[in-house]
Antibody, heavy 117, light 106 residues
Framework: EVQLVESGGGLVQPGRSLKLSCAASGFTFSNYGMHWIRQAPTKGLEWVASISPSGGSTYYRDSVKGRFTISRDNAKSTLYLQMDSLRSEDTATYYC??????????WGQGVMVTVSS | DTVLTQSPALAVSPGERVTISCKASESVSTRMHWYQQKPGQQPKLLIYKASNLASGVPARFSGSGSGTDFTLTIDPVEADDTATYFCQQSWNGPRTFGGGTKLELK
């Protein structure tokens, strides 16, 4: 059974940092591109960042470029999102998801990040 | 970025047929995908590449379209289908989602 389990969320002050993790199991992690997608409270879904299967290519939405870093450890089957210089508008539930045919086949349960003083 | 436009809400009776539309601001070929999200849960993939049923999804769900106009159809609708439905494109630049259509049952 495929499982994606996010962790590392919480309440953080503006300007501070947080690192999210996504532990994968039930599939060959190193074969799949991975993504972080977020959803602000009562809002829609927003793609944040993605990484190729090898980790050699990364992509970011404009609003997080230079502040967020996506990475992966294929030996540990784990995806990461380092979030620096956090802003109130980054407040959201963050999901990790697998990439299949351009759609997101498997999603984690999500982890809440709240940026507030 | 490609903007995807969905109607905000629909209300239908169980047993009826419902179509949920998604219009793209530019062509996305057939790289349109559909998701169902229930309150407090993560989204679930229903349809990938416009018309392909994801694994384990009931055949009551179907998708169609290409270019800029896409449709998700549920026939017949069941009470458990109460949820918000999102479209998402993977053809142009950053992947984008529609604003979601909230489906309510009468």
């Amino acid at each position: 059974e495929v499982q994606l389990v996010e962790s590392g969320g919480g309440l953080v002050q503006p300007g501070r940092s947080l690192k999210l993790s996504c532990a994968a199991s039930g599939f060959t992690f190193s074969n799949y591109g991975m993504h972080w997608i977020r959803q602000a409270p009562t809002k829609g879904l927003e793609w944040v960042a993605s990484i190729s299967p090898s980790g050699g290519s990364t992509y970011y939405r404009d609003s997080v470029k230079g502040r967020f870093t996506i990475s992966r450890d294929n030996a540990k089957s784990t995806l990461y999102l380092q979030m620096d210089s956090l802003r109130s508008e980054d407040t959201a539930t963050y999901y990790c998801a697998t990439d299949t045919y351009g759609g997101y086949t498997y999603w984690g349960q999500g982890v809440m990040v709240t940026v507030s003083s | 970025d490609t903007v995807l436009t969905q109607s905000p809400a629909l209300a239908v009776s169980p047993g009826e047929r419902v179509t949920i539309s998604c219009k793209a601001s530019e062509s996305v070929s057939t790289r349109m995908h559909w998701y169902q999200q229930k309150p407090g849960q993560q989204p679930k993939l229903l349809i990938y590449k416009a018309s392909n049923l994801a694994s384990g999804v009931p055949a009551r769900f179907s998708g169609s379209g290409s270019g800029t106009d896409f449709t998700l159809t549920i026939d017949p609708v069941e009470a458990d289908d109460t949820a918000t439905y999102f479209c998402q494109q993977s053809w142009n630049g950053p992947r984008t989602f529609g604003g979601g259509t909230k489906l309510e049952l009468k």
